[in-house]
């Protein structure tokens, strides 16, 4: 039932569950906490919200919303402009953006992926910068004091950020704190930062807060994405850019 209502309000609240069915808020939070334990939700203060697909590992994330992340990666392919430097991070849809860009398009990507440096491997027209530093195995990114060392000389016209979680209350998400540190500092190293998000990170939530949705310029997502959370993100400052 907790998943179920999830899935249809997008949040549990267990007070108010608890009223519903005649039960303690304590029978509620263990089962917010066993279902949390499962990776089924996220709890938050007063409940719970719907925990992100993105979580998975690598192998596991190709085969989440392959279409959609293919459109939002054409998307913000078409946006990099002759001549920049940008950044691109790592994940399934980062690459996939790697493979649409310009064949005749010349320009500089910075990226902490090795992923996103071997796809780019065989662009003529592309200089790319890889940041070293500790291989995060979980999303195939390199993190770590030498990394945040190298990210501190860059200045890039833009960052294509992946996040895990996109929600109008709890900002961008990811799975790991020392990830979400490093996307901080990419972003700030960049004229203005773009969010990719997939269909599957839309209202969901993951445990490391990256930043507000207020402190990112663009979103970037699919066609007829859910019209009611597109409202929250623009009231929140973020331009709506669909693929």
Same mark, same amino acid.
């Given at each position: 039932?907790? #998943?179920?209502? #999830? ?13 519903? #069915? ?85 320009? /500089? ?17 592309? %200089?790319?910068?890889?940041? $070293? ?27 294509? *950020? ?7 209350? *709890? $900002?961008? /998400?990811? $799975?790991?704190?020392?990830?979400? /540190? ?15 998000? %997939? ?11 990256? *930043? $507000? ?7 970037? @997502? ?18 709506? @850019?669909?693929?």
């Amino acid at each position: 039932m907790i #998943l179920s209502l #999830l899935r249809r309000d997008g949040r549990v609240i267990a007070k108010a569950l608890s009223q519903e #069915l005649g039960l303690s808020e304590d029978t509620i939070r263990r089962d917010l906490r066993d279902l949390a334990a499962e990776g089924l939700l996220q709890r938050v203060h007063g409940g719970a919200l719907p925990t992100s697909l993105a979580m998975a590992d690598m192998r596991e994330r190709w085969r989440v919303a392959p279409d959609s992340k293919d459109a939002v990666a054409r998307a913000a392919a078409k946006m990099v402009l002759p001549g920049q430097v940008v950044i691109l991070d790592g994940g399934t849809t980062a690459v996939r953006m790697a493979r649409y860009l310009p064949s005749n398009l010349r320009a /500089t990507v910075v990226t902490h992926s090795p992923s996103v440096a071997v796809e780019l491997g065989a662009h003529e027209g592309i %200089s790319v910068e890889l940041i $070293g530093g500790r291989l995060f195995k979980h999303s195939v990114v390199t993190v770590g004091a030498t990394a945040m060392e190298m990210i501190a000389r860059i200045r890039a016209d833009a960052f294509y *950020m992946g996040v895990t979680g996109v929600h109008p209350e *709890m $900002g961008l /998400t990811t $799975g790991d704190g020392e990830e979400a /540190t490093i996307k901080r500092a990419l972003s700030r190293q960049a004229a203005e930062t773009i969010v990719l998000a %997939s269909r599957e990170k839309l209202g969901a939530v993951s445990p490391f807060l990256v *930043m $507000g949705l207020g402190e990112a310029d663009s979103l970037v @997502i699919e066609p007829g994405a859910p019209g009611e959370p597109l409202t929250a993100y623009r009231a929140a400052g973020l331009a709506i @850019i669909e693929g």
